[in-house]
């Protein structure tokens, strides 16, 4: 049973490019949350997906955006990267209201 | 504002040792609290939890301690092995309907022989 896959593991952008990361969640589950984890610090929460609608949003701009697809896969979209967007990115996947999984990350380096 | 802080960057400690993690949080409304452990190259792994009705929960070699009245929990592991070395992070959770959960920016255990 293959656990939480994000892909691609490693990403290199220049500023004010957009990026898409992926997540497929752990099989079973079917909420999908994605955190930004920067250099020194904790997993900050993004968003949150379910049932193919954001249920909860954390404290970031609007140039984060994100997706679910029917089969509970996620995408999370970043427009007009900036230098402080370089982190790694953490989806993590659960039932709702359940322990949740978390992939190895992106690690997204914007130049 | 960090509402969960982890002060101790890092902690060696001795192979069969105790070792003991200290997280400290702000909102007095979180409900649940949990540790997850990160190897590098690696997503977070859930280790332990405790409900803020309890104030102790013990589970194999880790067991975790709430005290509400500070504020503060902390995760005992023992006795301490060399496979134990990562980064632990605290995270707390606001309410009972949320996944939503708030990070603590991690502390680094090395475990020596």
């Known amino acids: 049973d293959a656990g939480v896959t994000q892909s691609p593991t490693h990403l290199i952008k220049t500023r004010g490019q957009q990026v898409t990361l992926r997540c497929s969640p752990k099989?079973?589950?079917?909420?999908v949350s994605w955190y930004q984890q920067a250099l020194g610090q904790g997993p900050q929460f993004i968003f949150q997906y379910y049932e193919e609608e954001e249920r909860q949003r954390g404290n970031f701009p609007d140039r984060f955006s994100g997706h679910q697809f029917p089969n509970y896969s996620s995408e999370l979209n970043v427009n007009a990267l900036l230098l402080g967007d370089s982190a790694l990115y953490l989806c993590a996947s659960s039932l709702i209201l359940d322990e949740q999984f978390f992939g190895p990350g992106t690690r997204l380096t914007v130049l | 504002d960090q509402q969960v802080k982890q002060n101790s960057p890092s902690l060696s400690v001795q192979e069969g040792r105790i070792s003991i993690l200290n997280c400290d949080y702000t909102?007095?409304?979180?409900?649940?609290f949990l540790w997850y452990k990160k190897y590098p190259a690696e997503g977070p792994t859930f280790l332990i939890s405790?409900?803020?009705?309890?104030d102790k929960n013990e589970d194999g070699r880790f067991t975790v301690f709430l005290n509400k009245s500070a504020k503060h929990l902390s995760l005992h592991i023992v006795p301490s092995q060399p496979g134990d070395s990562a980064v632990y992070f605290c995270a707390a959770r606001l309410s009972y309907n949320t996944d939503k959960l708030i990070f603590g920016t991690g502390t680094r255990l090395q475990v020596f022989p």
């Open positions: 405790i409900s803020s009705i309890k």
């Open positions: 099989s079973g589950h079917d909420t």
């Open positions: 909102n007095s409304m979180f409900d649940y």
